[in-house]
């Protein structure tokens, strides 16, 4: 007979609970929600908004803390770009950014074309061959591949910092992986339309595939941008250098290094990265399959 | 070195790759004979890949104990280098991985020479610039070889075992490790707290998402730079921070603990948009029904995120492991390299930077190849548990 009572009593317990979950989960959390991104994103945020303001001040102004832009932009500027070549290193950053995303998206969508669409005797050791180069990360060669490339002729050029960084398993990987999800049906349509297989690619599968090139893009742009032991070794001169490496010459080893200038390079040599990174964001999110498909 | 020794050696390698292979064929109900036979095979060229280029010269009788047990140890990386990835795929054909299979599309192209000449670049490439490194790397590390010297002297494994014996080695591994570990931690929790509330439907997600994932695009190099003028003993804005609200300042580039945390706080911050991004993802992901169940179960948020939401994330929290301990191996260089340069007395200099000085600052190739390969086989244990865990499939999308 006491079990009666108790039992009421769960459920009218139960009920409001369910009610009062909910109403946490949408109302109060909000505002602590908010109040924790609006301090993780000027955490975040502060290094580089404080970079920019450093950036056009002298010395003087930065060491006295104020966080108003100063009138120093344009002698930074000067100093940066014009007395240190700045310009020049972002220059050589350009292109071997570009060439490597380009190159190395052509030749991942070629292995991808071939691990997909064709029959041939030995693929999987093929593919094998590419999968085990994901545990060999260039630094740990770096002795070896700075021998080889120094007896290729190959030391301040930009084949260097190209040629070595063309082919990688994760391209091949990514591409292979979106080919295999594309309805067969499609290349045998191209097939009985006789088109060859480099006309498959460029007619339907490219059009098919934006997003995982462009989540490859942001990926390369990014990791060649911003290369810094590589170069540091294989670039001896300034002419050829990228602008990872040319920040060093805005930095003194001696008494005081004017910070106004070398904030005001580590700013512009920040822009190109992410820029390409914000304008590729939904396609790196989607090529990655990090959003929710719906 | 000749004799009987080698070819004892090589055997008992034999051996036991046989009865591991065929273990495993037994295990799927194949043929064991044919198991052993590759297993032997393939455990008889690993120990050949490692004892060719030494000449067997760890197990000459003028060596001392730490040789033969460096031998031997050798044997073993070397047997796993070739038995690992021939069982790995073995394994993956026999469950039908589709990854593996040799059948693909019903409307595939015919022909081997297209499919050739399409792999061939890319195939070119990784042999010239990633095998043969690795390839010359080894060899490399049994010599005693100079940058720009055209002589060299084989000395066995002694850059090895010199390692084993000297303290400062030590002291690389520990820090190594240390920075590592402090960045994957800290990293990973705070990405979690901040992905865990920017993941949910509220106003303005899109903006914060962005706001808080562009550092992802900030190279390690320019962090370094920036953090330079930040963590500036004498007036920069964090000791200004501390000594107005706390009453002290930090030498923070001067003294070794404090260093090693202005590289963690760096490397940190540099890495932080990527853990959130891929929290966020995984999140999202999250079945809203668990929680709800769990919720009418009476468990209050902190047990429905440990107990439900957590454990489902652990994929991307494995691969989040391995992808900042990677950073944390390799990255941190440029960071170490703009903000303290290894120092003060080596407090901050990690094994990568290590092998930076030891081979182009003292131009010590072989010293520097022997360490690289320590730390190549650091990273080939965490890239073997990340293909055993369900990383892989976070990496490339299910």
Known sequence: MTSVP??????????????????????????????????????????????????????????????????????????????????????????????????????????????VYFRFPGKWLVFG?????????????????????????????????????????????????????????????????????????????????????????????????????????????????????????????????????????AVIASIPPVIVFLLLQKQFMSGFQLTRDK | MSGLVPVLIIVLAAIFGAVYMANVFRRYRRNIAVGGLVGAASATAGALLVMLPLNFCTFEPERQTIDR?????????????????????????????????????????????????????????????????????????????????????FVCVDNFTSLVTDPSYHNTVIITLFISFAIVIIGLALGLLVASMAYQPITGARIYRTLLIWPYAISPAVAGVIFLLLFNPAGGFINYVLSNTFGFSVPWLQDPTAARWAIIATSVWKSMGFNILFYIAGLQNVPNDLKESAAIDGANALQRFWYVTFPLLSPITFFLII????????????????????????????????????????????????????????????????????????TYGA
């Open chain 2, 69 to 153: 047990v460096f031998g031997f140890l050798l044997l073993a990386i070397g047997v796993g280098l070739v038995l690992w990835p021939v069982n790995w795929f073995i394994r993956q054909r026999f469950e039908g991985n589709p990854l593996f299979a040799t059948q693909t599309q019903p409307g595939a192209f015919k022909g081997w020479l297209t499919p050739a000449l399409l792999l061939l670049p890319t195939l070119a490439i990784l042999a010239i610039f990633l095998y043969y490194p690795i390839f010359d790397t080894f060899s490399l590390s049994v010599l005693l070889a100079r940058l720009g010297a055209r002589r060299s002297v």
């Open chain 1, 129 to 265: 061959f590419v999968l085990l180069t994901l545990m060999m990360p260039t630094e740990i060669l770096v002795v070896a591949l700075f021998r080889l490339v120094i007896n290729l002729g190959w030391g301040n050029t930009y084949l260097a910092l190209i040629v070595p960084f063309l082919a990688s398993a994760t391209g091949a990987f990514l591409f292979r992986q979106h080919f295999s999800n594309i309805p067969a049906e499609l290349s045998e349509a191209a097939q009985l339309d006789g088109a060859t297989p480099l006309q498959f690619l460029w007619k339907v599968l490219v059009p098919l595939s934006w997003n995982t090139i462009g989540a490859l893009a942001v990926i390369q742009f990014v990791y060649v941008w911003n290369m810094y032991l590589w170069p540091a070794l294989i670039i001896q001169g300034q002419e050829r250098q990228v602008v990872q490496l040319g920040l060093r010459t805005l930095m003194s080893d001696d008494v005081m290094t004017s910070y106004g200038p070398l904030m005001l390079g």
């Open chain 2, 323 to 394: 992808t900042n301990m990677t950073y944390a191996f390799f990255e941190t260089f440029a960071t170490i390299d703009n903000l303290t340069r290894g120092g003060p007395l080596n407090a901050t200099t990690t094994m990568m930077y290590r092998i930076y000085q030891i081979g182009f600052v003292n131009q010590d190739l072989g010293k520097a190849a022997a360490q690289s390969i320590v730390l190549f086989v650091m990273v080939i244990g965490l890239t073997v548990l990340q293909f055993r865990s369900t990383g892989s499939r976070v």
């Open chain 1, 6 to 115: 108790t039992e009421k009593a769960t459920q009218v317990r139960v009920a409001p609970r369910v009610q009062a979950v909910q109403r946490r989960s949408w109302i109060p959390k909000r505002w602590y929600a908010h109040v924790i991104l609006w301090i993780a994103c000027f955490l975040i945020g502060f290094p580089l908004i404080y970079a920019i303001i450093a950036s056009t001040q002298n010395n003087a102004m930065i060491f006295s803390y104020r966080f108003t832009p100063g009138p120093y932009l344009a002698r930074n500027w000067e100093l940066a770009i014009v007395n240190r070549n700045l310009g020049n290193y972002m220059l050589n950053s350009t292109i071997v950014a570009v060439a490597v995303t380009v190159g190395k998206t052509v030749l991942s969508l070629l292995a991808g074309l071939a691990f």
